[in-house]
């Protein structure tokens, strides 16, 4: 009886010790997550949309090489880029070429407090692709958070004066949604890959280097040399491509309550909001708040379904 006691005891203060790395990994992708917005709109001031994705996709380049590297898996994007060439390059160009460009041109058109707000709706967009791709049912939850979701979208977009549907950029608002398509497509696609999530994401990224340099090239020229750009760039490249999305695969990985870590995620937001508002300089406008908590409403509504029936992708 003791010994089992004992037993107990340690196997409790490993799963403490666990839960609170995931939690700690957690918090620090969230705390990342949450000044992107800001950085995207500082980097864009001497940047365009795709030579920002050009910057930022070769400094997360690096840094993925460099973590695959210290956890010695760096043969394993090798083995994958083999084994799988067109479903990496289909990803790759999704994630980062398109996404990217079309999210990053949506904060060159939108103030950053109506772009960020807009871009939580991607789990909804998820939802609605998971009927066809992944052969789930419309429930009613669903139907309500949609509902709500893009309720929050016309509320930000207009300002709170729905009625006059007076928009700050048509084109904007768009991107912005279009940019949820992307993301929720590139996570329908990923279902099919059960490989280590950081390597893939390094061959994915290796894939699409061509495709954003040729582009790059093409139509607004190679960027020049300017310190607070490429600063700017590598940041984007570092914490919202690298760091951020390693912290919360590691979160996910030693956490006992999934459903706990990914709750945090509804903290980012409002932080971000706080650091368009000090950094930025912009007024938060009351429409904003008010639609960022229908959609926030919404996502947790859809987090609830969630809990009977899995989707079959992650963030």
């Known amino acids: 009886m003791p010994h089992t006691l004992g037993v107990l005891v340690v196997n409790i203060n490993v799963l403490m010790k666990t839960q609170t790395k995931a939690y700690a990994f957690g918090i620090s992708a969230v705390l ?11 980097a864009l001031q001497w940047l365009t949309p795709i030579q920002l994705v050009l910057l930022a996709s070769i400094s997360s380049i690096l840094l993925l090489t460099g973590v695959l590297l210290w956890q010695r898996k760096l043969p394993l994007a090798w083995v994958y880029a083999k084994q799988r060439p067109g479903f990496f390059m289909l ?34 967009t998820l939802a609605l692709l998971a009927v066809p791709f992944l052969k789930q049912q419309l429930r ?16 930000i977009a207009t300002r709170g004066d729905i009625l006059a549907m007076q928009f700050d950029s048509v084109p904007g608002v768009l991107l912005a949604l279009f940019s949820t398509l992307l993301w929720a497509g590139y ?17 994915a990224f290796c894939f699409s280097l061509p495709m954003v340099l040729l582009y790059c ?5 190679l960027p020049t040399w300017n310190a607070k750009a490429w600063l700017g760039a590598a940041y984007v490249g570092l914490f919202e491509m690298g760091i951020a999305f390693v912290c919360w695969v590691l979160a996910l990985k030693f956490t006992h309550n999934t459903a706990g870590i990914s709750n945090l995620i509804f903290i980012s937001p409002f932080l971000s909001l706080f650091f368009i508002a000090y950094f930025l300089g912009e007024q938060i406008e009351s429409a ?28």
């Open 32 to 42: 990342m997550w949450s000044t992107v917005a800001t950085a995207f709109k500082l």
């Open 140 to 155: 009613k939850q669903d139907v309500i958070a949609m509902a709500l979701g893009y309720l929050g979208v016309l509320v």
């Open 91 to 124: 990803v790759g160009a999704i994630n980062p070429f398109l996404y990217y460009l079309v999210l990053f041109k949506a904060y060159d058109l939108l103030p950053a407090q109506q772009a960020q707000s807009l871009n939580y709706t991607w789990a909804i």
């Open 288 to 315: 904003t708040y008010i639609g960022l908590l229908l959609i926030i409403s919404g996502l947790l509504i859809q987090q609830w379904r969630s809990k009977t029936k899995p989707l079959n992708a992650d963030k």
């Open 217 to 221: 090239w093409w139509s607004d020229g």
């Open 187 to 203: 996570w329908i696609i990923n279902t099919r890959n059960s490989g280590d999530p950081v390597a893939s994401l390094l061959v």
